[in-house]
């Protein structure tokens, strides 16, 4: 009971000293992913606040793969808002999916990147958790250009980020990021669901 009670009384501490920059890039970033999950636009903008927040927020903790890739998340993210601007102004954009050759690709890219992200790190920087920063890295990389594509398998992906994410950011003592990454875990299974009955929706009126 005392060990229960501490650990309260520590998270509770650690709450009250969490930053306005960690409240604005949690807060804007679960709209992001509610509004992208179900296919709103709106969900380009506020990626945006939560990538320029957690930019600083994460090179402050020393997590400077997932620092690095917030200038990456930025420049997708303005892609993805004019991708989708664009093909909404004639049709609406299509879900799509991976070809196996394409999963392929992909998991090999992950891997690439993963190893030599992960060495970059260990051997340049002063990060105590160098190679699982630099999983998560690459495979948020490659879940981010899927998702400004509307590609099925952006969702699996970040399934499998978020769940790596969670001990990652305990680990640095970033509770409210780490709930938010919880929750961003239940969206992106709903994500992955929504998306899955459009794109087989739109296969079916494809095939008829």
């Given at each position: ?5 501490s ?24 709209l ?50 004019r ?7 004639s ?14 690709i992909a ?11 992960g060495v ?5 920087t ?5 190679y ?7 495979v ?13 398998q ?7 980020v ?8 305990l680990?640095?003592?970033?509770y409210?990021t ?23 929706k ?7």
């Amino acid at each position: 009971m005392i060990t229960e009670i501490s650990f309260w009384q520590q998270v509770n501490i650690q709450f009250m000293q969490t930053t306005w920059l960690e409240w604005l890039g949690t807060i804007s970033g679960f709209l992001c992913v509610y509004l992208a999950a179900k296919q709103h636009i709106l969900n380009w903008p506020l990626a945006i606040i939560s990538i320029t927040s957690y930019l600083f927020l994460f090179y402050e903790y020393k997590l400077y793969g997932d620092s690095a890739l917030q200038i990456y998340f930025l420049a997708t993210s303005i892609y993805g808002w004019r991708f989708w601007i664009k093909r909404k102004a004639s049709v609406e954009v299509p879900v799509s999916a991976l070809t196996r050759k394409e999963t392929i690709i992909a998991v090999l890219s992950i891997l690439f990147l993963s190893g030599l992200t992960g060495v970059i790190l260990d051997l340049k920087t002063d990060s105590d958790v160098p190679y699982a920063d630099a999983f998560c890295t690459s495979v948020s990389l490659v879940a981010q250009f899927l998702l400004t594509r509307k590609i099925l398998q952006n969702w699996t992906l970040w399934i499998i980020v978020d769940i790596c994410y969670i001990p990652l950011y305990l680990h640095k003592e970033l509770y409210l990021t780490a709930m938010l990454y919880a929750l961003f875990l239940i969206l992106a299974v709903m994500g992955f669901a929504d998306w899955k009955k459009t794109y087989l929706k739109s296969k079916a009126i494809l095939l008829t």
